[in-house]
């Protein structure tokens, strides 16, 4: 059974910058594709990024230039740079891993910017 797990979140100040990362139980390389969602209260998941097996990346143009998705194959994990955080980046951030038809999702870590 895959398993994903999420640290990194917290609370930190507009301007600020906070690491996501999400340990996979297994190679990194036995997915499709992984990638970060988030879910700020009243809204629908979305997604931030993404990174496919072969490294092409994938950002929602609210992040664009801000965010960073990068992996480190020899650790299983997959991390999400994120800077000059604005209170709307406030929300549940949530790791999602693809094989094939079938999606893996962590149990999210909270991330709360202040204004």
């Known amino acids: 059974q895959v398993q994903l797990v999420e640290s990194g979140g917290g609370l930190v100040q507009a301007g600020g910058s906070l690491r996501l990362s999400c340990a996979a139980s297994e190679n990194l390389f036995n997915f499709n594709d992984m990638g970060w969602y988030r879910q700020a209260p009243g809204n629908q998941r979305e997604l931030v990024a993404d990174i496919n097996v072969g490294g092409r990346t994938n950002y929602a143009d609210s992040v664009k230039g801000r965010f960073v998705i990068s992996r480190d194959s020899a650790v299983n994990t997959v991390y999400l740079q994120m800077n000059s955080l604005k209170p709307e980046d406030t929300a549940d951030y949530y790791c999602?891993?693809?094989?094939?038809?079938?999606?893996?999702w962590g149990q999210g870590t909270q991330v709360t910017v202040s204004s």
């Open positions: 999602r891993a693809r094989i094939l038809r079938t999606f893996y």
